[in-house]
């Protein structure tokens, strides 16, 4: 996001706030056509197409059932390998609606899970609608079971309950539903009457939205984003503790949370089969499938070549995998790997790897004029003094550049993840999420998916500024001896300094343009929302980040759905909005209210604008702490327009333009939305 701007004009205020309120900007699509479905294609193994496959589930007969997450679709893959689509449109987010839809009509938003149950209903979590649904696996017919009106922690009937980004789902032994809820750092359960098959949702192990580590009671135990989970045929749960790159279990009975084992990169997700008593894990960062027993037993390597990715197949000891996310056991001893980053699904049978359905390496980005690029992720933008745009395309993997009409990738290879250092195309990026660029035109990139701090000079030359490539960690340092956990957001100042929000710390760092890296606020130990100096500030999954030339940062604190403000001297400060308290409401700072805002920018003028991500608005804050909505009406969509009559799917990141114009990472319809002041 563009951290300082040198504008020609100051922004016209409207004589009263009602302009603003309903209005101020008028929008248009800048560039990014409707998400082709060029990997979506349905038919046989040989030609069937993928777009980053994240979860997948197999019945007693050997048909498989894939969350095609980048596609928000659910497909259906026939013994034969051949592909349909059972409910979704290809490349079309929406919200998860009440009631029942049909197959094709049905829409999801990154769909990341899948579990089937044992009358044959297949369970959905819809990832980034904060929703469970099912699906009927004959017609495709979709019901929302829980969740889709926002994202929440409540227990309860099914139709009240609420959780927020579910990645992982399993059924144990006994029907019952047992969902890694990522956000909220808990494992919840789905308890089904026996009678009327009503569902109640509760919370099994975890604290809400507070991250860590602790073992005991669940009630107590502490979890870090947990994205997988697994449960045998005693009731044990497996979880995949992704943020703590450990699996734990919480044993039957008594209920009590221990860290299994400590031992992976990032685990993403488990399947346990009981014959063999055998719990097998998909290592993400890693590449490779693990398995251990559930008797506790070191975990060995099934298939693939530690730390490095690819798409090679034959024997297990030389075959790789390209981000593995999901899996699931057929009954033949056949293990199917949905492998996300190669867009295809793997088998693992009797030592050797290949390729049951997909096609490995078909991205949706497309370079060209304005009318015809194609983003397959734009998650942050930031414009330079130019006028020129730099856009973090996270899942393809690159950084891409807006100059006039055209569209160009400056920087990473389309649907190649790495960390390799280069120039433009011989570079590597694994889902960069923030971007930022100086008064020089040197591009900073928060490299999520590598945990490092990436930096572009003049004719896309990449180095690396801070961390160590898939390294997780927190510690301060010059170069690659500092670590981060989860760099998101990115902004730099007038003197060079970069700040990094580094999410899963609950940090704002700092990098001096000597790469030395120091906690600016925030603290490590856990997440909160405290205002105070330094290390007495607390953070909550802060995520987009604007800079001024003094180096006052302005923080987008996401998990509280707060704006917040540090200056010069570390002091943090709430801008607008209440720590927990989600809503819409414009008004005074404390009085206004976000709904897990996402990125925020700073005009010469003092001006903040945020990206309220799911309240699908853009806010802007006055000099004196108003928080004014100036466009979207919280309905999803991409219709450009005036102010509210504008809409928006998910706006994630935020930039202002030299002429004062608002350029808008609109992440849900894969485009860059520009909002034109009114004379």
Known sequence: MRPFLTVTGALALAASSTLFAIGGFTYSTLTGTAPVPANSEDGSAAVARFDGPAGIAIDASGVIYVADA????????????????????????????????????????????????????????????????????????????????GAGQTNGPSA??????????????????????????????????????????????????????????????????????AVDSSGNVYVADTGNRAIRKITAGTLQVSTFTPRYTTPRSLTVDSSTSTLYIADYGDHTIRSLTTSGASAARVAGVGRVSGSTNGATTVATFYGPSGLAKGAGGTLYIADRENNVIRTVTAGTVATYTGRVGVSVS?????????FEDPFAVAVDATGVIYVADSAAHTIRKIEGNLVSTYAGMPGSAGSADGTGPGARFFTPTGVAVDSLGTVYVADSGNSTVRKIAAGGVVTTLAGTALTRGFSDGTGAAAQFEQPYGIAVDGSSNVYVSDARSNTIRKITSAGVVTTLAGSATGGGSTDGTGAAARFLVPYGLAASNDGTVYVVDHGNHTIRKIDKDGVVTTLAGLAGSRGTADGPGGTARFTYPGGVALASNGIVYVADTDNQRIRRIEIDGRVLTVGGSGSTGSTDGLGVAALFTNPKGIAVGPLDQLYIADRGNNRIRMGTPLP
């Open 366 to 374: 497309a370079d060209g004029t304005l009318a015809d690029a194609v």
């Open 160 to 229: 009240v309950a609420s959780i927020h980004e579910p990645r992982g789902l399993a059924f144990g032994p006994d029907g019952s539903l047992y969902i890694a809820d990522y956000e909220n750092d808990l494992i919840r359960k789905v308890v089904f009457d026996a009678t009327t098959g009503a569902a109640t949702v509760e919370t099994l192990a975890g604290t809400a939205d507070t991250p860590g580590s602790t073992d005991g009671p669940a009630a107590s135990a502490l979890f870090r984003g947990p994205m997988g989970v």
């Open 70 to 149: 980048d596609n928000h679709t659910i497909r259906k893959v026939h013994t034969d390998g051949s592909v349909v689509t059972l409910a979704g449109l290809a490349g079309t987010s929406g919200p998860a609606v009440t009631g029942t839809v049909a197959g094709t009509a049905a829409r999801f938003n990154e769909p990341w899970a899948v579990a089937l149950s044992s009358s044959g209903t297949l369970y959905v979590a819809d990832m980034a609608n904060s929703a469970i649904r099912t699906v009927d696996t004959t017609t495709g017919a979709t019901t929302t079971l829980i969740g889709g009106l």
